[in-house]
Every structure is written in structure tokens, then in C-alpha cells.
């Protein structure tokens, strides 16, 4: 609802920041790390994501001549991308749509994964190497959050005892950038959401790891934020485009 002004024609993953859409940017980010193996995990309107990589234009985002009608690409985006696209149901959690992809991951000793609605300049070399060192089964980033409301603690009877705005709290949220050993789908069950019983069980063995982010994190969930993040990229200072450079 919060993105309603897209939501009723294409998935959130689709919704533009300049010539492309989120999700592009995401890929982007992970294939400048030399991370170009993709599986989408596929919902709501998962058409739209479909035919938008089939019928792919490298000309929107890229130099190139145009000669005598023939079109001579100067650069190009995803030529060596192989993206895999997995329906993974229309109402499934997180905890499901990664579990119906796990025959795509077999075989890798570690995966990385993301909710596709964020974005961020954390350096994902070390990013993997802490979660290497750290020996657990999982690992998010870790980030403080954008929101601008006040926490507050009240007794039984009402009472407010403390009230602090939640950027002086010291509390940070996931930030939706995975790391994962397959042991992963050993702590899953049917039905589970990622973030609840899996990564409950994980922390009882002291086998769950964050990385604490201090750069640039921002998510689209509403309308105000897509347009936050336009404009950042309209003004040339997009801090997730490590590609140009950021």
C-alpha cells in the first residue's frame, strides 16, 4: 500500500531510479564484485520482471553508434549475467521463496541473497570475508535506522520513564544484505519466515552474524522514498552506484 502508486501495474522490484528499475541496481552492485549468477525469486507480477530481462535494451543505459540503422553497443550492462528466474508463489514469506530456490544454490558453499528493495555502498568483499571469519551459518548488514520516531519505555500503569529519539538508541535493523552457508535450509521449516524461527534457532547455537554498516543504506518502501533516491541519482550522487566509481 505504501507503494500503491506503482504496486497496481508492476512488483516493488520494478520501480524505477532513474533509467532502471531497483532491482537492476541491486545486480549491478553485486556483478561489480564479480557476482553475475543471479536467481530471482519470483511473486507477485512476476511477468513484468520476466519480460523486462527478455527484452533487455543495453542502448537505454549505454553509449553507442548508430550507423547506416545498425545499432554498435559501446558498453554493456548484463551480456554476462546468468540469471535464473524461479516462481516462488504468489503469497509465499521470505523464509518460502528462498527455500524454493535451494536446488539453484546446491553445490555452493556460500550464497548471498537479498530482499531487492534496498540499497547501499557496503563493501561487499569484506562484507563476506568478516562472515568467512565469523564461522556462522548466516550473516546480514546491520544498519541504523532512517525513521524519525521517538522510543519510549512506560510501567505497568503508563507511567513514561524514558523517551528518546531512535537514531540516539543505539538500535540498528537488518538491512536486508544476506551472506549464507548452505546449513542455512538445515534450520528451516516448511512455512518458516527467514528473520523469525530460522535465525532464532541460529542465534541459540551462536551461529548468526552481523555486519555493522556505517556508509549509505536507504530502502524503498514508500513513494517518498523512491523519489529521495531519484533524486540522488538525478544529481549524479548515488552512493550504491560503486560501479561509476562511489
Known sequence: MRMREYSE??????VPIGYRPIIWHIMKYYAHYGHKEFVLCLGHKADVIKNYFRNYDECVSNDFVLDAGKVNLLASDIHDWKITF??????SNIGMRLAAVQKHVTGEEIFLANYSDGLSDVPLPDVI?????????????SVKPKASFHMMHADEKGRVKSIEHISHTGARINGGFFVFRSAIFNFMEEGDELVEAPFHRLIKINALFSYAHEGFWACMDTFKEQLELEDLYGKGNAPWAVWNGH
Not at 9 to 14: A, D, E, N
Not at 86 to 91: H, I, M, S
Request: aromatic residues 8%; glycine residues 8%.
Open 86 to 91: 524461479v516462481d516462488t508463489g504468489l503469497k
Open 129 to 141: 570475508e568478516k562472515f568467512k571469519e565469523s564461522g556462522a551459518i548466516a550473516s546480514f548488514v
Open 9 to 14: 501495474t508492476i512488483p516493488k522490484p520494478m
